[in-house]
């Protein structure tokens, strides 16, 4: 069965500080991957999704990048945090030609202070 | 769009009532639906899916409607119970796009 991790589950830093947030999948190979930001009791706004590897597509221009370094590895990174990037960090995956279903992870939240 | 700007709607319901929950999509060319459940600190879960040539799936106390004439779609709990206080989510997946597209969500709150 497919799993997806994200880590670390919480994290706190201080504004102008890096950033960097993991996801894995496993159980699945090719998917579709995405990252998404979740504001306190706000919808699912979509970040970057990556169709293979290397390929990073970006939905909202800011101080966030993302990399995907292996198939199923997925990096949000930060090189110097706002305030305004708190907020509840979602990894999900796809395949459109296998279950279909976009299946999320647990997510991280991150406090910037 | 993503509405993530906006605030939730919120449903309220009496325990062992029903509810249903409603959800406008935008395209028409959307070939594939899901309602995701999420509870507080976690992540989406899928709850049923539906496909655009149907009208009608029924999982365990849940059905979802699709509405292809008014771009509508809708999620119905049966016999609600507080379990089900949660954040719901539709999406629908364009037939040649690769992203989801996601509604505002709705906050279902189960009064005792």
């Known amino acids: 069965s497919q799993t997806i991790h994200q880590w670390p589950a919480t994290l706190v830093q201080p504004v102008g500080s890096p950033l960097s947030l993991e996801c894995t999948v496993e159980?699945?190979?090719?998917?579709?991957l995405y990252w998404y930001r979740q504001a306190a009791g706000r919808g699912l706004q979509l970040l970057f999704y990556s169709v293979g590897i290397g390929q990073i597509s970006s939905e909202v221009p800011q101080n966030l990048s993302a990399s995907r370094p292996q198939d199923r590895q997925f990096i949000l990174s930060s090189k110097k945090l706002l305030l305004s990037d708190s907020g509840f960090y979602l990894c999900?995956?796809?395949?459109?030609?296998?279950?279909?279903?976009?299946?999320f992870g647990p997510g991280t939240r991150l406090t910037v202070l | 769009g993503e509405s993530v700007g906006l605030h939730l709607p919120t449903l309220s319901v009496q325990e062992g009532d029903n509810s249903i929950i409603n959800c406008a999509y935008s395209?028409?060319?959307?070939?594939?639906f899901i309602w995701y459940k999420q509870e507080s600190g976690k992540g989406p879960q899928f709850i049923i899916d539906?496909?655009?040539?149907?009208d009608k799936r029924q999982g365990q106390r849940v059905t979802v409607l699709l509405n292809k004439t008014v771009k509508h779609l809708s999620l119905q709990i049966a016999a609600t119970q507080p379990g089900d206080s949660a954040v719901y989510f539709c999406?629908?997946?364009?037939?040649?796009?690769?992203?989801?597209?996601f509604g505002p969500g709705t906050r279902l709150s189960v009064l005792p």
């Open positions: 999406a629908e997946a364009p037939r040649d796009g690769q992203n989801f597209v």
């Open positions: 159980g699945t190979s090719n998917p579709n």
């Open positions: 999900a995956w796809w395949r459109r030609q296998g279950t279909d279903t976009q299946y």
């Open positions: 395209n028409s060319a959307s070939d594939y």
């Open positions: 539906i496909r655009s040539n149907m």
